[in-house]
């Protein structure tokens, strides 16, 4: 690592040119390659989603597999017939020709279907006008339009165009309201909005870094680190979309990981760099010190984030495979920044990375010796003297906020969970005041086999769904879809976030259904968005003991080797566990029981989606780790040298702290910008992210796990000898000769 950093700060053009160079190809490349070409590959392996799919795929049948979305036509006074259909028919009848990629409409006055060779208005038959009549409530002022899209995933430009021709519709027209709601409309808030959440986070960071380094030079390498990481890791992102399926959220993601540990590690690098300037080394062997000594805590800090990013494969949900080799790319590109790139830059700017007082104080040949003052030595010596009580408080606190977690549910919040002014949330209270809560669920049974077209065989099915006491009778409508396929169509009394709904899911597959199907060629799938997220709940479930003993496990060892200790490792993944806990509970308290939902903007209460508490914990216990290893390895490089504890401890938490918590509070904002974002989902990661920093930072770093190693001892350090001597010798402190030198140049003046 010294030959690293020795080589970066003699060579530095080289490497700024190596770095250029690299963007310069992988930008040009995805460019060449067409681009990035983002898409979502969701498959539920072993479920009955899974056989659902497969079975309209193979039975040709893909358009039911295609997205949906529901336009609710209120008229404020009369009908939706009459005047109202003047307006709204013909804008429907425009939709198919306008290259949406629609493939029908069912309507309260008729079917809409937009084929090949033209559309189709409408037809005769008292099935077709019972349709259309149950898509319109009873006393006729609320009318419902099924909008069907050939693709499952269709494009979100063209999803906000068809939208804003259908509200177009009602403009000038005080008597006619209306909205948009279902899963194609879900993300229509977030493309049409303008607002940039990552913004705020970088404005943050400027400002943050600004204070804490006081010097232009300084604040602008974490950010140039970042940058470079990000220019090189987007182009290699987009190369990987060609080569597998990512979402398209995985860039947005890819950012905020890329900024927070990329502000981590800079900061740790210079700050140790600027401490070794003022203390009178030479800025070649501050940088070659910087980096065998931060450099190190930087390395074992990144290969634990991309451990709990790639930790995500484990869980064998496919559209988070691309998600997570994406952010753990742009992780390790910002991990070889700081080792590279930074030092080359430190060696540019040479003393200008200090502030002009201390550069003025170090040319003049004064050097400070011995330790620093200020807020955190003391703050540290508080901690020293009252381990037992500062350690008992911040455990209670953390207990107490994640006590809710443990009734944390998962499942598919519904619209009625969005903010109260969107879209989405106006047409969902509208279609339960109009047709009942129930109405908004969306489920099915899907009839495979020789009987599906068997009308006495359909009926027992039907007789038995409608006697189910969650299910409502009038809902239940066969729709024939193949020679060995048949769907039922039905609708619960239950809205489809409430936990009853979920349960009717659970008692259909295992009680109420089986009995007609068993023993024969024929099988009866429950399908609809409940029933794909009780089984994507099922999946994460039973792969989440994997995934939870490999990456804490993975982690623990790679600690232990480095730290030469048992219980560091084992208080970093408790620590971080812990931290996991509490900001789960936070959670759970604003997004399922509804506390300061309305205050925050985030909608009534609702269930928490299957996939957040495994990313969450992915990205927390990568950036835990970081905080932790930041603090520790300092502590042990003190523990190398004195093999005093208490020294070690009140010192790397001193020299530390001021770190830990600006860098922490540069992701607070950077997470945090994303409360003022659209959509449910959006500010359930920016308000668990951020309240998870805080608590890490301000809590567990600067109170709970200094308290607890005072307490514990030199037993913190504690390594057997034999397994010493059968693991490999990889500490994160320099060298001694490195360490020698660094207190020579402070005693020397």
Not at 115 to 125: A, C, L, M, R
Not at 613 to 632: C, E, H, N, R, W
């Amino acid at each position: 690592m010294e030959k690293l950093g020795r080589f970066a700060a003699r060579r530095r053009w080289w490497v700024v040119f190596g770095w250029i160079g690299a963007i310069i190809v992988l930008q040009g490349l995805a460019s060449s390659a067409g681009g990035s070409e983002f898409k979502t590959d969701f498959k539920l392996p072993h479920t009955e989603t899974a056989a659902v799919s497969d079975l309209l795929s193979k039975e040709k049948l893909g358009a039911q597999n295609g997205a949906n979305g529901t336009m609710v036509i209120h008229a404020i006074s009369g009908t939706v017939y009459g005047d109202t259909s003047a307006l709204v028919l013909p804008a429907l009848i425009k939709l198919c020709g306008a290259h949406y990629d629609l493939t029908s409409m069912s309507s309260p006055y008729g079917p809409i279907v937009c084929g090949p060779n033209g559309v189709t208005v409408g037809s005769t038959g008292s099935t077709v006008k019972a349709t259309a009549a149950s898509l319109v409530s009873e006393d006729k002022t609320i009318g419902l339009v099924q909008i069907n899209w050939a693709k499952v995933n269709p494009s979100p430009k063209r999803v906000s165009d068809l939208a804003d021709e259908l509200q177009a519709v009602a403009k000038g027209h005080a008597n006619l309201q209306i909205e948009l709601t279902g899963g194609a409309f879900q993300a229509l808030a977030q493309a049409k909005s303008s607002f940039a959440p990552e913004a705020i986070g970088f404005l943050a960071a400027l400002i943050i870094l600004s204070i804490v380094f006081r010097t232009i030079g300084a604040m602008a390498l974490p950010l140039a680190s970042a940058v470079a990481a990000l220019g090189a890791g987007t182009g290699l992102t987009s190369l990987l979309t060609h080569a597998m399926s990512v979402a398209d959220f995985a860039t947005q993601l890819e950012f905020l990981m890329v900024l927070g540990v990329g502000v981590d590690y800079a900061l740790f690098v210079v700050t140790r760099h600027r401490r070794n300037l003022v203390r009178g080394m030479s800025v070649e062997d501050s940088i070659a010190n910087a980096v065998a000594t931060s450099g190190r805590a930087v390395l074992f800090a990144g290969i634990t984030v991309c451990i709990a990013i790639l930790g995500l494969l484990l869980l064998g949900v496919s559209f988070l495979y691309g998600v997570a080799l994406a952010t753990a790319s742009g992780v390790a590109l910002t991990m070889l920044a700081s080792l590279t790139l930074l030092p080359a830059l430190l060696g540019f700017l040479g003393l200008k990375v200090l502030p002009r007082k201390a550069r003025a104080t170090v040319r003049g040949g004064t050097f400070q010796e011995g330790d620093h003052e200020g807020f955190w030595f003391r703050w540290s010596r508080r901690v020293e003297s009252s381990p037992l009580l500062l350690g008992a408080a911040a455990l209670a606190l953390m207990v107490v906020l994640a006590l809710p977690f443990f009734s944390m549910r998962l499942g598919s919040s519904d619209q009625g969970s969005d903010p109260a002014n969107s879209t989405t949330r106006k047409g969902y209270d509208l279609i339960a005041q109009g047709f009942g809560p129930g109405y908004n669920s969306v489920l099915e049974l899907v009839v495979s086999g020789a009987q599906a077209q068997d009308a006495d065989y359909l009926n027992r099915i039907t007789t038995t769904l409608k006697t189910h006491p969650n299910v409502t009778p009038a809902s239940v409508h066969v729709v024939p879809l193949g020679k060995e396929i048949s769907l039922v169509s039905f609708k619960s009394r239950t809205a489809p976030q409430d936990e009853k709904t979920t349960d009717l899911v659970k008692s259909l597959r295992s009680t109420t259904l089986p009995p007609l199907y068993n023993n024969t060629d024929n099988h009866i799938y429950v399908y609809g968005s409940t029933a794909i997220f009780v089984d994507f709940a099922k999946v994460l479930a039973s792969k989440m003991p994997l995934f939870f003993v490999a990456v804490v496990g993975l982690s623990f060892l790679l600690l232990m080797v480095a730290f030469r200790s048992l219980v560091v490792p084992l208080t970093a993944a408790a620590m971080n566990l812990l931290a996991a806990a509490a900001s789960f509970g936070i959670i759970v308290a604003i997004f399922q029981w509804g506390w300061a939902s309305d205050l925050l903007g985030v909608g009534k209460g609702g269930p928490i989606e299957p996939f957040l508490p495994v990313m969450f914990f992915a990205i927390l216990f990568g950036l835990s780790m970081d905080y932790q290893v930041f603090l520790v390895s300092r502590m042990h490089e003190e523990w190398a040298h004195t093999q005093d504890n208490r020294r070690a401890i009140s010192i790397g938490q001193a020299e530390t702290g001021g770190i830990i918590t600006a860098a922490a509070l540069i992701m607070i904002a950077v997470f945090g910008g994303f409360i003022l974002g659209d959509g449910r989902v959006i500010k359930l990661f920016g308000i668990g992210l951020a309240s998870a920093i805080f608590l890490d930072a301000f809590i567990l770093r600067t109170v709970l796990v200094p308290s607890m190693m005072h307490l514990v001892g030199k037993s913190n350090w504690y390594f057997p000898k034999w397994l010493d001597k059968i693991t490999p010798n990889l500490t994160v402190e320099a060298p001694e000769e490195l360490h020698s030198g660094e207190v020579a140049a402070s005693a020397a003046h």
